[in-house]
């Protein structure tokens, strides 16, 4: 019984980011001026929810100390600190930097329910987020929606 409740709460955990008030601007451009600003195969991710191959994106192995951030819009949306490996061949990560910073929606796209990730400022396609076990999400995101942030380790 107590899996059947955390399968029907599943939907209203994560909906609960939408209901987060945003209170900054939004990032708005023509498809015209996004395949402009993101290229041909960011665009078809980001814009038109496309994913990359699996294993091919070039932050699924970093561990370096960070911030990652809307490829987009700048937006911040991940630490380096929840960041894990997931084995599913994306960038996985525990929870946002900041909650307010995303978006998730219900992706009917495939015959089974899943849910998408996207950025709250410019609404780009991040990729989805799913339940490890009944107390964990896995966010799992296409690393070229994703520029990394180093965080400066040298002291002056």
């Known amino acids: 019984m107590h899996m059947k409740l955390a399968l029907i709460l599943l939907p209203a955990m994560l909906f609960c980011a939408e ?3 945003w209170d900054q601007s939004k990032t708005f451009h023509s498809d015209y001026e996004w ?3 993101l290229g041909h195969e960011r665009f078809c991710i980001m814009r038109r929810k496309a994913t990359e191959k699996p294993y091919s994106g070039k ?3 970093s561990t ?3 911030v990652y951030r809307c490829a987009a819009c700048d937006l911040a949306l991940f630490s380096s600190v929840s960041k894990y490996d997931g084995n599913t061949g994306w960038p996985c990560f525990h929870e946002p930097i900041i909650q307010k910073n995303i978006w998730i929606k219900e992706d009917l796209s495939l015959p089974f329910r899943r849910y998408e990730v996207l950025c709250r400022s410019c609404d780009s396609h991040l990729g989805h987020v799913f339940r ?3 107390d964990h999400l896995r966010y799992t995101i296409n690393s070229i929606a994703l520029e990394f942030q180093k965080i400066s380790t040298s002291r002056q």
């Open 64 to 66: 370096d100390e960070g």
């Open 132 to 134: 490890d076990s009944t």
């Open 59 to 61: 932050y699924l192995y």
């Open 19 to 21: 209901s987060i008030p």
């Open 35 to 37: 395949r402009a600003i």
